[in-house]
């Protein structure tokens, strides 16, 4: 019986996690030999704790107790053993204290002393596995009554310790075996898919991996989808597959796709930007923003459009490296710094591309730490993964003259890419754009329905005190991050890099003795490209050639890219100088009521099991 006990407190405290981890998104199919249900708690006196579903229903299991190998019942025992325990021990103190009262050495036991010594160790033993046994007897019931009461009989709580079956006498019991409700399978799915859908399914073919052993994209998108929906047994009905080029996104632009997401594009324009007219595309799911913007450059239109300028145009990384010593680390700024030393630099750097140049080296201490931006024109790629191989040559240079330094990432956040920071703000990176235009009186009235003088107040109340009261980093704006997004999804730019690209200054001001006003924003870090990435894709390709800027320049490298980056300021011109004149004018909730808000019913266009 000590041995059953023992046996089973080490089997209900296996858990089954390391063996299903593996198939851990899997149906599971548990073998009978291998995996039996947890020993469930006894049942209370509650009539109603179950139901009649005979998945339910529970067997009462008593586990052994130490106590049940004594020959005699317990309480009778223990009366025994106190007894003799205390009359042994009263004994012999009696005896002892006779000895000693007349001299008689204590080594000398007589046969009675000796007997009620062994029964004094006897009784002790007892006693102390006694009050052991029972309280950690105890505690462990306890512990495994919490245990079963916390999962309250889940049938999930499974264990990989059999009991010990006699298989001449007593038959093994049937499988259990739990399956994932799933979505029924494709039944024109081929069957030589179906068996990859389950080696899927199990584990035996990595997901990642089906294009480069299927060799065919579209049918390795399939087969995820599929095994994708019987893992977690919901439905992606909705979600389209057929209709795209899954070959032009492998290795580039997304891993294990598994369809693809539509997302509406606008036409707001004609942008007359520089003396050139652009319709610029828009990608959102928001209402009234394409109709907002398309407003904004109707007035600039009629007011003679909008001019912009490229004050600056390079892209950043700023590597994080190490020195035993602050002394040592800020030796290492005055070599970088060193005008003498940048040409050898340049040299270096300029190594990793045909249109990479370096432009300017600055480094940053904290302790023996140096933070080192270097900023280098990219031509018309955004120019992340150009940049970031010219700093790998730089740092590879410099481990011969300071051997020393520990490179501790490509990347220390002084950069800074995809996140709000200062130094983006204040030194730029990528394009850094102003973009302006004069719009007339009338056409303030007429066409955006609302005054110079309230335009005016509106954006010093607004973009310029609201925002410092906020702390905004580089909000200085109504909504520049709105066309940024859209524009930037429609073609082709990386959607993440919104956060530093939208930082924008709105700037309001009559002219011409309060008869017109001058508008203008200033986007110190737009981060956009013509090559590269997903602007290779045929609807953002696409996009690109509706704006002239598709691929790389052919007249001046970069000059793609930079057309890019000021049509995106003046969308932001023209998107800024509607919504302004919507508050202003007091027309924003009764347009957004209008445009985004919709009473059709789809809470049926997707299924789920």
């Known amino acids: 019986q000590k041995s059953a ?21 899997s149906p599971w199919i548990l073998l009978p030999m291998d995996i039996r249900r947890r020993p469930p708690k006894p049942p209370v006196n509650n009539p109603n704790r179950f139901s009649n579903d005979d998945d339910q229903r529970r ?64 009784s002790f033993i007892y006693l102390l596995g006694f009050f052991g046994i029972d309280f950690v007897q105890s505690f462990i019931s306890r512990a495994d009554t919490n245990d079963t ?24 019991p049937p499988p259990i075996v739990c399956v994932a409700k799933s979505p029924i399978p494709d039944p024109a ?31 390795a998108a399939a087969i995820r989808r599929e095994a994708l929906q019987r893992i977690t047994g919901r439905s992606i009905e909705g979600l389209p597959l057929d209709g795209f080029d899954y070959e032009s996104i492998l290795g580039q632009c997304c891993e294990m796709p598994v369809g693809y997401v539509q997302i509406p594009v606008g036409i707001a324009g004609p942008l007359l930007l520089d003396g ?37 145009d390079g892209m950043t990384r700023a590597p994080v490296v190490r020195f035993a010593s602050a002394r040592r680390a800020s030796e290492l700024k005055f070599f970088l710094e060193d005008p003498e030393n940048f040409d050898t630099l340049a040299v270096v750097f300029n190594r990793s ?17 140096a933070y080192v931006r270097f900023s280098c024109s990219t031509g ?17 240079f410099l481990t011969d003259d300071f051997p020393d330094m520990d490179v501790i990432g490509i990347s220390g956040n002084f950069c800074s890419d995809k996140k709000p920071a200062a130094v983006n703000w204040i030194e730029g990176r990528g394009k850094s754009v102003v973009c302006e235009a004069v719009i007339k009186g009338e056409i303030v009235n007429k066409v955006l329905k609302t005054s110079v003088a309230a335009l005016v107040e509106l954006n010093m109340l607004k973009n310029l005190t609201g925002s410092a009261v906020a702390g905004s980093l580089g909000g200085f704006n109504a909504h520049a991050s709105n066309i940024v997004s859209a524009v ?40 956009v490209g013509t090559v590269g990435g997903g602007t290779q894709l045929a609807p953002q390709s696409a996009c690109l050639n509706l704006l002239g800027v598709k691929g790389a320049s052919t007249e001046s490298p970069g000059m793609n890219s930079r057309r890019l980056a000021t049509i995106v300021a003046g969308a932001v011109l023209a998107g800024e100088l509607s919504l302004m004149s919507a508050i202003a004018a007091g027309q924003l909730v009764k347009s957004h009521m209008k445009y985004n808000r919709s009473s059709r019913d789809i809470s049926g266009a997707t299924t789920t099991t």
């Not at 928001?286 to 300028?309: D, F, I």
């Open 353 to 369: 591309s045909r249109f990479a140049r370096l432009q300017s080296v600055k480094c940053t201490l904290a302790g023996k730490n």
């Open 380 to 396: 018309d790629a955004m120019g992340m993964n150009m940049v970031s191989k010219g700093v790998q040559n730089v740092l590879e």
């Open 149 to 172: 009461d916390a999962n309250d009989f889940e049938d999930h709580r499974l264990v990989t310790c059999p009991p010990r079956l006699d298989l001449e006498r007593d038959p093994p």
């Open 59 to 122: 067997t009462t299991t008593i586990p052994p107790k130490a106590s049940d190998a004594l020959p005699l019942p317990l309480y009778l025992t223990n009366a025994v053993f106190f007894t003799l325990f205390f009359s042994v021990a009263y004994y012999l103190l009696h005896r002892w204290r006779d000895k000693i009262r007349y001299n008689t050495p204590l080594h000398v036991v007589t046969v009675t002393e000796l007997g009620a010594l062994i029964a004094l160790v006897a």
């Open 276 to 312: 050139y007219e652009y319709s610029v595309p828009m990608a959102t799911t928001e209402g009234c923003l394409v109709a907002s913007t398309n407003r904004g450059c109707k007035a600039m239109y009629v007011s003679g459009g909008a001019t912009s300028t490229v004050v600056k």
């Open 189 to 219: 799915l081929p069957e030589e898919d179906e068996e990859i859908v389950k080696s899927v399914i199990h584990g035996a073919i990595p997901s990642y991996s089906l294009e480069s052993r299927l060799g065919d994209c579209k049918r």
């Open 488 to 527: 930037f999804i429609a073609t082709g730019q990386d959607p993440a890099q919104n956060v530093e690209s939208s930082q924008c200054i709105t700037m309001m001001e009559a002219i011409n003795d309060g008869k017109d006003i001058h508008v203008s924003v200033t986007m110190p870090s737009i981060e």
């Open 5 to 25: 006990f023992v046996s089973y407190k080490t089997c209900s405290s296996l858990s089954l996690a390391p063996h299903l981890s593996r198939h851990s998104l």
